[in-house]
Structures are given as C-alpha cells and as structure tokens.
C-alpha cells in the first residue's frame, strides 16, 4: 500500500477509524510521516472539525483535530475498503478544510460496482486489490 506513495512528499496520513487505523498507521510509519486519526463523535480527546456525510444507509459524522493538519501539508487518506466513497470524500474534506494538500487517497480493497472512485475523481486513488461487479 505504500510503494505508489514513497518518495512523493507525504508529510501525514489521515485514516479513520477503526480498520483504518491498522493500515494508516503501519503506513506513516514506513513513509516516515505523522498519523492523525479521524475519528466519530466523541471519541477525540480536543477540540475538533467535523463533517456530517452519507453512507449507503444513512448519515454519520467524522472529526479531526483541529491542529491535526497544518496548511500546506501533504496528507495521504488511507482505509481498507472504498464502496461509495463516501468516508474518504468526508477525510478529504476534513484535511482540506484545515488547509491540507491531498496527495491521494489508499485502499487496500477497492468494490469497483459500487462506483465510489467516481466520488474522488478529482484526486489520485489506488487499491491493492480490486473486486469486480456488484
């Protein structure tokens, strides 16, 4: 998960709760890059932005630290699994509200018939392993 971004400037990695965590902090580590987790309501210790976003069944809300992302920095936004895309189009928000350049965006499996790519198309977007069809 980490080869497309080695050596392209990832100064952070913003994955969200909770299998995101698993990959996201494996890969700051290797990338030599700060982790900043993205989390659900009440679950970060300080003050935080939040974004309220769909899922396919109904609607939730992620938060970050409000000093979790400096502007300018170049932030990769991990998670396991993108379906709609939904999750991660809310952690881009998120980063580029706090002033953060997107770098791209990792999965590790990507539900290609749920289309979500379409969602983040204005940004680079990789997946290990791809799953065709519904």
Request: hydrophobic share 45%; with cysteine; net charge negative.
């Amino acid at each position: 998960m980490c080869r497309p971004w080695e050596g392209r400037g990832v100064e952070l990695v913003a994955a969200m709760e909770a299998r995101g965590f698993m990959f996201g902090a494996a890969m700051a580590i290797r990338l030599g890059a700060g982790f900043v987790p993205v989390r659900k309501a009440g679950k970060l210790p300080w003050k935080t932005n939040q974004v309220e976003y769909t899922l396919e069944y109904r609607n939730d809300v992620l938060h970050i630290h409000q000093d979790g992302v400096q502007p300018g920095q170049q932030v990769l936004v991990v998670d396991d699994v993108i379906a709609t895309g939904g999750t991660a189009a809310a952690v881009v928000q998120l980063v580029e509200a706090l002033g953060g350049r997107v770098a791209g965006i990792q999965f590790l499996i990507e539900l290609a018939g749920l289309e979500g790519r379409k969602l983040l198309s204005s940004y680079e977007v990789n997946s290990v392993i791809t799953f065709e069809g519904d």
